[in-house]
């Protein structure tokens, strides 16, 4: 079993498919703890109704490197052995990213290197330039914006109608595919970062 930290700043939607996945013994996980900047995000909602530790932690007025330490220590203090941001709207500092290097995970609503930056800002700007395909990136962490050596990537086919609110949807269930793919391969040791790029094992 593998011990999972959460970092979220909103709905943490993709966060219900990995405690589907683990209720239904997709997965061979535990979600240690989940970790919010907000402090009415419906992820800490969504924590409580299944039981799962939870923490607001307060970002004003703080230094980004002093926020991410109290963030680590409740971290290690909860066992977590790889880390999800899921609409997490911060980025890290180098310090944390340093700490947990090739164990931090984000989920991207697009197909990185186009298009970087945060929800449905994304999503407008994919329809903005009428691009054909958009779809789901998950890498690690690095120190830059949404350019951490990518693991898994999945095409999504944009209608001719499509507004916003219902290509969000689409993606998010291709994010949940990745996530729930990537968490089960981590665990079983089948995923690997050689030289800035990642090894996936059958």
Request: hydrophobic content about 40%; glycine content about 4%.
């Amino acid at each position: 079993m593998i011990n999972l930290g959460i970092l979220a700043s909103t709905k943490a939607t993709d966060m219900q498919a990995i405690i589907d996945a683990i209720n239904s013994k997709q997965l061979d996980a535990k979600i240690s703890v989940l970790i919010c900047n907000k402090q009415d995000a419906y992820a800490l909602e969504r924590a409580k109704i299944s039981n799962i530790k939870a923490a607001f932690i307060d970002s004003k007025n703080k230094e980004r490197e002093d926020f991410d330490k109290e963030v680590a220590k409740i971290l290690d203090e909860s066992n977590a052995e790889l880390i999800l941001t899921i609409g997490y709207m911060r980025f890290l500092s180098p310090w944390f990213v340093n700490k947990y290097k090739n164990k931090i995970m984000n989920i991207h609503p697009s197909l990185l290197p186009k298009y970087p930056g945060m929800d449905k800002a994304v999503h407008a700007e994919v329809l903005k330039n009428k691009e054909k395909v958009t779809g789901a990136t998950l890498h690690f962490v690095d120190e830059g914006e949404d350019t951490g050596p990518i693991i898994f990537q999945k095409e999504v086919n944009i209608d001719e109608n499509e507004t916003i609110d219902t290509l969000k949807p689409k993606v998010q269930k291709v994010e949940q595919e990745l996530l729930v793919k990537a968490i089960d391969l981590y665990s079983k040791g089948k995923i690997k970062v050689e030289n800035n790029k990642v090894k996936v094992e059958d």
